[in-house]
T-cell receptor, first 114, second 118 residues
Framework: SQQGEEDPQALSIQEGENATMNCSYK?????LQWYRQNSGRGLVHLIL?????REKHSGRLRVTLDTSKKSSSLLITASRAADTASYFC??????????????FGEGTQLTVNP | DGGITQSPKYLFRKEGQNVTLSCEQN?????MYWYRQDPGQGLRLIYY???????QKGDIAEGYSVSREKKESFPLTVTSAQKNPTAFYLC?????????????????FGPGTRLTVL
C-alpha cells in the first residue's frame, strides 16, 4: 500500500483562509518532504522536515511531524488564489530503501477561491 | 540557467510502437528518476539511477526501459509491452550518491511529457 497518503483528497477554501493537509505514512523515515504541482506541470519542492524535528516554518508554510503517529501536516496560512495546486507528501523510507528514492502520496487538490 | 528539461511536451504513439522520452539535466546531479502520473493520482516510480551506467527498477518497471550512459541524460523508452501507456511522465534529478543518512536530498522535476496512445 502507499507509503504516503494525504487527507483530504480535495479541499476548497476562500482566499485569506488557512488550508491544512495531512499525510500519513507506514515505515520509518529519515525525512518527509512536501511538494506542490500546478496543473499539467512538474512538481516543485516546498519544504523538508527531518525525523528529529517536530515543526518547521517557511514563509506562509508550517509543517509538523509526529513520528509516533507516522503523520505530518502542511498548513498554508492566509491562502491566495495562486496557491491553487495539488500538494504531495513524499517519504524516503528510512533505512528500508536505498539511496534517495522517494515514495509519493496521492496528493491533496487545493482550490482557493478569490 | 540550470535545470531539468523533458522533450517532447506531447507525444502520440500508435499501438505496437516503441517511443523514447528525453530527460536532460545540467544540475550536475548523480541521481535521476522517472515517474508515471495518471489523472488525479500520485506519482509512481518507474526506474531510477543513482550513478552513471547503473539503474534500478521502481514499482512499475514492466513495459519500460532506460539507459544512463551520461550523467546528464536518462531517456525512458515506453515499449509495446506496456499495455496502458497513456499518462503524464515526469523526470526528476537529485544530488544522489553524495546522499548520506540525514542529508537533505530533494528532487527537482522537469515539466513532464504527456503520452497518448492513438
Amino acid at each position: 500500500s502507499q507509503q504516503g497518503e494525504e487527507d483530504p483528497q480535495a479541499l476548497s477554501i476562500q482566499e485569506g483562509e488557512n488550508a491544512t493537509m495531512n499525510c500519513s505514512y507506514k515505515t520509518s523515515i529519515n525525512n518527509l518532504q512536501w511538494y506542490r504541482q500546478n496543473s499539467g506541470r512538474g512538481l516543485v519542492h516546498l519544504i523538508l522536515i527531518r525525523s528529529n524535528e517536530r515543526e518547521k516554518h517557511s514563509g506562509r508554510l508550517r509543517v509538523t511531524l509526529d513520528t509516533s503517529k507516522k503523520s505530518s501536516s502542511l498548513l498554508i496560512t492566509a491562502s491566495r488564489a495562486a496557491d491553487t495546486a495539488s500538494y504531495f507528501c513524499a517519504t524516503d523510507g528510512g533505512k528500508e530503501t536505498s539511496g534517495s528514492r522517494l515514495t509519493f502520496g496521492e496528493g491533496t487538490q487545493l482550490t482557493v477561491n478569490p | 540557467d540550470g535545470g531539468i528539461t523533458q522533450s517532447p511536451k506531447y507525444l502520440f504513439r500508435k499501438e505496437g510502437q516503441n517511443v523514447t522520452l528525453s530527460c536532460e539535466q545540467n544540475l550536475n546531479h548523480d541521481a535521476m528518476y522517472w515517474y508515471r502520473q495518471d489523472p488525479g493520482q500520485g506519482l509512481r516510480l518507474i526506474y531510477y539511477s543513482q550513478i552513471v551506467n547503473d539503474f534500478q527498477k521502481g514499482d512499475i518497471a514492466e513495459g519500460y526501459s532506460v539507459s544512463r550512459e551520461k550523467k546528464e541524460s536518462f531517456p525512458l523508452t515506453v515499449t509495446s509491452a506496456q499495455k496502458n501507456p497513456t499518462a503524464f511522465y515526469l523526470c526528476a534529478s537529485s544530488i544522489g550518491v553524495s546522499w548520506r543518512e540525514g542529508h537533505e536530498d530533494t528532487q527537482y522535476f522537469g515539466p513532464g511529457t504527456r503520452l497518448t496512445v492513438l
